[in-house]
């Protein structure tokens, strides 16, 4: 199931797009839910979800698979503890299998460990099991990433699995069905091109703003 609008709707900031993310998921039918931010930029947006809803407010870190001699073109996606997940047109397209990527799995999936460690300093994750599982991000661009973490989060065994943002390419949002039991967008422009088109401000969300927003759900809770 798929919720989204195709239309232009530009944000000042993540926290407007929170805003507005969350009116748009408020008033349904949730149980137990719990809102999990992709790390770092989907965690502002995520922290206005998990306060409309009265949710608890968690951290998920999936990081992306570079191509080698292009690190910024995403080929792929690993989580802290799950399976790579491939574009494989993307890798057909620059003639690359996944054992060519070893490498740089190995080292974006222990990034994600670290990161995440950071942001939960020693406190465990909150059980999903059994719970409506909406996890956030600030836009949805190729998908690969959130393919990763729906993959990742599957295992944990939620009553249902949700993946929402104020902004998403709309053939990814489609695709994106196959993997999440309901892909909640505000906006999905025709003419996408990229996240930030969508921000007036997109300054980079940083480790300490994560950890800060984490702190601020615990204490409200």
Known sequence: MRWGQLTDQRYADRQEGGRQLAARLAGQEWTDPVVLGLARGGVPVAFEVARVLHAPLDVAVTRKI???????????????????IYDHRSLAMLRLTPEDLQD????????????????????PGISLAG?????????????????????????????????????????????LQADADLVVCVAEPIDFRAVGRW???????????????????????
């Open 66 to 84: 570079g191509a080698p001699f292009q690190p910024e073109f995403g080929v792929g996606a690993v989580t802290a503890d799950g399976p790579p």
């Open 131 to 175: 719970r409506d599982v909406i996890v956030v991000d600030d836009g949805l661009a190729t998908g690969v990433t959130a393919r990763a973490t729906m993959h990742a989060l599957r295992r944990a065994e939620p009553r249902r699995l949700v993946f929402a943002a104020p902004v998403c390419a709309p053939d990814s949002a489609e695709a």
């Open 104 to 123: 740089v799995c190995d080292r974006e999936q222990a990034e994600a460990r670290r990161r995440l460690e950071l942001y939960r300093a020693g406190r």
């Open 199 to 221: 921000y007036r401000d997109f300054r980079q969300t940083t480790d300490e703003e994560v950890l800060s927003l984490l702190d601020q759900a615990r204490a409200s809770q």
